[in-house]
């Protein structure tokens, strides 16, 4: 039995796929390219170029193979693109989702494991965010996966699939031989905007506001190495295979970093100068967003490796510098 990845060129994605793969796992993608990359797609895996949207592409995919559950990262990510273009959002992500749920209820596949986020939360009611905390998103990316997972919530009741929900606050890193890594195009987040000023790409970085309500005035962030995000994917299967219930687990380091402190930790990671300066704040950024991971601790048996941020941003300086320019395909 096989596990088919959805979106496994991606940066999540890929690195999830190569912890399954070294736990012994047959793996397959399926990967429409759009923000994915060839490059990062596992020479263990068995890979289709395809779109989650086309059934028939998935009808192969689970005809010509014997899949035993999915794992969901297939969809659009910025922020602030879908703040602009909602539709995109909904067409491809909640879309998406319902052509793959269908497809899944066609072939009697009963286990599905989502990449979900902090977005779905909006403004935090509390901190640290515990699962269950009011869910009121901010923006259209947020809104699409809160309705993903209420779509998987109403199909697991009517057609007896079970799905984990993983609700990531700040993905970091990379894997630490520095062979896949983050490459979005463009990019909004803040760890690989701090590199490429070191990587002499860009002459400062800026701080998005100095003026909220926290100990340095800049928004503090859960940061979660990918390789620990990657770890929990592959213990929701193993919970769903023992026949865990329909669940979501939030994951995160459960303690906040400014973005004057991430900067000061580049510094160290890299041994090198980094040039800032302060600018506006970006809209709909909550000031703080950190994480109760307890429920993914103890349900799980889940347990991050990498709880020192320096060591985290010198993964992703490791790949960064082996690829100053992505991935180049
Ligand atoms: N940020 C910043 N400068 C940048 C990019 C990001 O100050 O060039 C801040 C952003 O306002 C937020 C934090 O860094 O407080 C993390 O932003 P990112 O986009 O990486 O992740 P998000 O928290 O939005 O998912």
């Known amino acids: 039995m096989s596990i088919l990845v959805c979106g496994g060129a991606g940066y999540i994605g890929s690195h999830t796929v190569h912890q399954l793969v070294e736990k012994g796992e047959d793996v397959v993608i399926v990967d429409n390219l759009q923000t994915g990359h060839m490059g990062a797609v596992n020479p263990k895996a068995k890979f289709y170029k395809g779109d989650i949207r086309e059934a028939e592409v998935l009808d192969r995919i689970f005809t010509e193979n014997k899949i035993d559950a999915v794992v969901h990262f297939a969809a659009n990510s910025l922020v602030g693109e879908s703040m602009t273009n909602p539709l995109k959002y909904f067409n491809n992500n909640v879309y998406g989702m319902q052509v793959l749920l269908e497809a899944m209820v066609r072939h009697g596949i009963d286990k599905i494991v989502f990449s979900s986020t902090a977005a779905t939360y909006g403004e935090p009611e509390r901190i640290p965010i515990m699962e269950d905390d009011r869910t009121e998103p901010t923006n259209p990316y947020g809104q699409s996966k809160l309705i993903m997972e209420k779509m998987m919530k109403w199909v697991s009741l009517a057609n007896g699939i079970r799905y984990v929900s993983l609700r990531y606050f700040n993905a970091a890193g990379a894997i630490?031989?520095?062979?896949?890594?983050?490459?979005?195009?463009?990019?909004?987040?803040?760890?690989?905007?701090?590199?490429?000023?070191?990587?002499?790409?860009?002459?400062?970085?800026?701080?998005?506001?100095?003026?909220?309500?926290?100990?340095?005035?800049?928004?503090?962030?859960?940061?979660?190495?990918?390789?620990?995000?990657?770890?929990?994917?592959?213990?929701?299967?193993?919970?769903?295979?023992?026949?865990?219930?329909?669940?979501?687990?939030?994951?995160?380091?459960?303690?906040?970093?400014?973005?004057?402190?991430?900067?000061?930790?580049?510094?160290?990671?890299?041994?090198?100068?980094?040039?800032?300066?302060?600018?506006?704040?970006?809209?709909?950024?909550?000031?703080?967003?950190?994480?109760?991971?307890?429920?993914?601790?103890?349900?799980?048996?889940?347990?991050?490796?990498?709880?020192?941020?320096?060591?985290?941003?010198?993964?992703?300086?490791?790949?960064?510098?082996?690829?100053?320019?992505?991935?180049?395909?």
């Open 176 to 329: 630490e031989d520095g062979s896949i890594g983050e490459d979005h195009s463009p990019e909004t987040h803040l760890i690989p905007l701090i590199l490429q000023v070191p990587l002499g790409k860009r002459d400062h970085i800026t701080v998005f506001g100095e003026d909220y309500p926290t100990p340095d005035g800049t928004c503090l962030r859960d940061y979660i190495h990918v390789l620990d995000l990657a770890d929990a994917h592959v213990l929701a299967i193993d919970y769903l295979r023992r026949g865990g219930e329909s669940n979501i687990f939030n994951l995160g380091n459960g303690q906040g970093f400014s973005v004057k402190e991430m900067i000061e930790a580049a510094r160290e990671a890299t041994g090198l100068d980094i040039k800032v300066e302060i600018g506006e704040r970006r809209a709909g950024d909550p000031a703080q967003l950190i994480a109760s991971s307890e429920k993914a601790r103890k349900v799980l048996g889940w347990q991050p490796k990498f709880t020192d941020v320096k060591a985290v941003i010198g993964t992703a300086w490791k790949w960064h510098q082996q690829h100053p320019e992505g991935y180049q395909d």
